[in-house]
């Protein structure tokens, strides 16, 4: 026995599945647009995270060489407002294989966080200031700063740290010695 359908319905299935296909297909845009946007932001963090990791390094060393950080050797700055910062000469002696003094020693650090640590970062720069503060301590303030371009042209979204550049952006971290 064979079923007979009115003209009106036939291909109604048809333009059923077709209907369907275009909502699925709007679905699976939209969701590969929110993994774009998410891979973009999970990259803009990843960045951050080094940033904070170069300045904690950089404490560390202060922290291991405190008494040239209280005599003011440990403070540099390479923070520009566009272009690649500059790195100071590589110091003599190497500190990681010969015995150094204070002093030296914070040369090297100072240089080994410049060219090495801050370049791991797109544009990587910083600063390092020491003041005597209240109750015969030093206070210590590190700032990295680095281009954050890629993630924030994609994402809309724009630094608050730096007017002159909107796409660098600033981590800054203060400690008493």
């Not at 390479?78 to 150094?100: E, H, M, R």
């Not at 003041?131 to 210590?140: I, S």
């Not at 371009?149 to 730096?162: D, E, I, N, R, W």
Request: aromatic residues 8%.
């Amino acid at each position: 026995m064979q079923i007979h359908y009115p003209k009106q319905t036939a291909g109604f299935a048809l333009l059923e599945v077709l209907l369907a296909f275009v909502v699925l297909a709007f679905g699976l845009l939209g969701i590969a647009g929110m993994l774009l946007v998410g891979h973009k932001a999970n990259s803009s963090s990843y960045i951050k995270q080094q940033a904070v990791q170069t300045a904690y390094d950089i404490v560390e060393r202060i922290h291991a060489n405190s008494l040239a950080a209280i005599a003011g050797s440990y403070n540099v700055n390479n923070i520009t407002t566009g272009g690649a910062a500059t790195i100071p000469t590589v110091p003599s002696p190497n500190c990681s294989t010969a015995t150094c003094t204070t002093t030296q020693l914070a040369a090297y650090d100072t240089w080994f966080w410049l060219a090495q640590d801050l370049a791991q970062i797109p544009n990587g720069s910083g600063s390092v200031t020491t003041t005597v503060a209240a109750g015969n301590t030093t206070l210590v303030v590190v700032t990295v700063q680095w281009d954050d371009s890629p993630a924030q042209s994609t994402l809309g979204a724009a630094s608050k740290t730096q007017t002159s550049n909107p796409n660098l952006a600033q981590f800054t971290f203060q400690t008493l010695l």
